[in-house]
Each structure stands twice: as C-alpha cells, then as structure tokens.
C-alpha cells in the first residue's frame, strides 16, 4: 500500500508537466505542417500568378490565389463570417492579456477564412502588410493564444519573395526576439514572431525559459 501510495503521489507530480509536454508536442507539429502547407500554397499560386507583390493587395485577392491550392475542410469568404472556419471568442497575448477589441471576430465580419482538413484554421488578413494570415493551429480549442496555439505570418516584403515568413514582415523581413518575450518593452503583440523559434529548434521551449535565455538563443 505504501508502495502504491508512493507511486500514486508521483505520477500526481509528473502527469501535469508530461500532459503540457505532449500537448506542446502536438502544437509544434501542427505548426510545422501549417507553415509548409502555406508556403507550398504560394509556390503553386506563384506558378500562375507571380509573387504577392504582384497582386492586388487585398486579403480577398490572397484567399482567391492561396485557397485553390489548400485540402480545405469548411471555407468561410467574405459575407459568410467565420464561425465555421475560426474561432469566434476572445485571443489572448503571449503573456495572457486580451488581445484588444476582439480583433480577430472583428476581422472575421470583412476577411475571409478556412479550416483545413487537418484542423487549423487560417484568417487571410493583409494588415498594412505587417500579417497577412493569422493560424489557429487547434481550431475552437483553447488556450488561444498568441505564440502557443495562435499565430500571425506574413509575406516578406524584403529579402525573400518567394516564401512566406513565420512571423509579422517588419524591418525588411528581420526577425526580432523582442516579439517573443515575456517581458517587451515595444507595442507589438507578445508571442507575434514565436514561429522563427519553432521553425528553428522545433519545440516550444521558449515558454519555459526566461527572456534572457530567448535572447541568447535566438540568433
């Protein structure tokens, strides 16, 4: 009994940190899958349409270029809203703030979406060129929120056309770890730029580092 007991109290410590691990597991490979399945939508769209900068620049226009070339499971365009495609509640930042206004229910009323046989969902949202898709790697699932389950990515106005960024396009498509903090002194939404990190080392660790750590690594 004894033995049992002690067993019992170990895996009440452990199941918690292997539950986060897995999940954290799951969201990392979603996001690699997302991100080539994007960038394989825009090699094909570029075959018959050139480069984004060579589009209208409007979301519209990118749904009608990048959607053919999506395994879409419900498509959400314009004037139909987003409740079947995107989540329709509130996002939060990276340090668990309520991203402000709703935004992305907002932005569902005018932009258009889709939810991919695989389970996530894209919001195609040009934004002053700064995002241009906005990914829900586990659909309604929570926690919703930025630089976990919930992403920004952009094309690259800068150094490389060809491919899509994972992450917001600024200073020419440089990446920045100040938009991966926990702590950023800047007006950006916290968690925005996660995804150069997840490209790179292919986990999720910055969650669990502190921000001089995410600084060190970063480059």
């Known amino acids: 009994m004894i033995t049992l007991g002690i067993i019992g109290v170990v895996a009440a410590m452990t199941m918690p940190s292997l539950i986060q691990h897995f999940q954290e597991k799951e969201l990392t490979t979603a996001y690699l899958r997302i991100y080539s399945t994007l960038n394989q939508a825009y090699t094909f769209a570029q075959q018959e349409y050139g480069t984004f900068d060579m589009w209208e620049q409007t979301d519209a226009d990118t749904y009608s270029k990048i959607r053919p070339f999506l395994n879409v499971a419900n498509d959400c365009p314009v004037g139909v809203g987003i409740k079947d495609c995107f989540y329709n509640g509130k996002y939060y930042s990276l340090d668990k703030q309520e991203l402000a206004s709703n935004f992305v229910a907002a932005a569902g009323k005018s932009q258009p979406a889709v939810r991919l046989v ?35 990515l952009s094309f ?64």
């Open 118 to 152: 695989s389970g996530e969902s894209i919001l195609f949202y040009r934004n002053g060129h700064s995002v241009d898709f906005m990914v829900d790697l586990n659909g309604d699932k929570r926690p919703n929120r930025l630089g976990v389950d919930f992403h920004f």
């Open 156 to 219: 690259n106005t800068g150094k490389n056309k060809l491919k899509i960024l994972p992450g917001p396009t600024w200073a020419n498509g440089e990446t920045h770890s100040d938009y991966c903090l926990k702590n950023t002194p800047n007006s950006w939404f916290q968690g925005s730029s996660c995804g150069y990190w997840i490209l790179k080392y292919h986990n999720m660790d910055y969650l669990h580092i502190n921000d001089e750590a995410i600084k060190e690594r970063w480059d």
